[in-house]
């Protein structure tokens, strides 16, 4: 089974401090990876994707995520955090092949919150 | 251009009566998704729609859940006889092609609450 684990429902950061949020995924086969980020009473908003080739992926706002392959890891970073990055992140798993071909499989989400 | 949007963007209903979801994608965009946020739940897929191709209808939880899509654009998504367990957001997706690289653009929500 295709699963997705984000290890830290909140993260607390200081404004202008880096930030980690952190994914782990498990599937059977090669997986493409996406973060979204939801603010309140909000739809998904996509942030960046890994697909293939070079395993640091730069995405909108200033984030950028790692893939890391012997650690099933894609965890999402930015250098230095804004209060207005603060929200719910969500990391996702795609199959590039199979019957669930369609779906995207989502961790349970992390909330963010940058203090000033 | 413009973005998915869903309507209605909130729904309150009393528990057995029937609902309907409206997803319109962007334009050209050829798949389209549902999926369901609850508390409980995180973030469920329902089913999702190819172009022609039959739709994948593993993840409805039951079989009061229904959705079809018109013409290859506008989808709904029809629960029947509603249960307070259903109360959750409901978001549809769509993206150019089906294949697994493609990303998914979410529309904003329906927010059903069922009493």
């Known amino acids: 089974a295709q699963s997705v684990a984000q290890p830290e429902d909140q993260v607390n950061v200081a404004e202008g401090n880096p930030l980690t949020v952190k994914c782990t995924y498990s599937?059977?086969?090669?997986?493409?990876l996406f973060w979204y980020v939801q603010y309140p009473n909000r739809g998904l908003q996509f942030l960046l994707k890994?697909?293939?080739?070079?395993?640091l992926v730069k995405g909108s706002y200033g984030f950028e995520a790692e893939f890391n392959k012997s650690q099933t890891s894609f965890h999402l970073k930015k250098p230095s955090a804004l209060v207005s990055d603060s929200a719910l992140y969500f990391c996702a798993v795609r199959l590039d092949r199979g019957s669930t071909l369609g779906r995207l499989y989502f961790g349970r989400g992390t909330q963010l919150t940058v203090w000033p | 251009g413009a973005g998915v949007s869903q309507s209605p963007s909130n729904k309150v209903t009393e528990k057995g009566k029937d609902v309907e979801l409206r997803c319109d994608p962007i334009s050209g965009h050829t798949a389209l998704y549902w999926y369901r946020q609850s508390l409980g739940q995180g973030l469920e897929f329902l089913i999702y729609f190819q172009g022609n191709s039959a739709p994948d209808k593993s993840g409805l939880p039951s079989d009061r859940f229904s959705a079809e899509r018109t013409g290859g654009s506008v989808s709904t998504l029809t629960i029947q006889r509603t249960q307070q367990e259903d109360s959750a957001v409901y978001l549809c997706?769509?993206?150019?092609?089906?294949?697994?690289?493609?990303?998914?653009?979410f529309g904003p929500g329906t927010r059903l609450l069922v009493l």
């Open positions: 890994y697909i293939t080739g070079d395993n």
């Open positions: 599937v059977s086969g090669n997986p493409y």
């Open positions: 997706a769509s993206s150019f092609q089906s294949g697994g690289a493609e990303t998914q653009y």
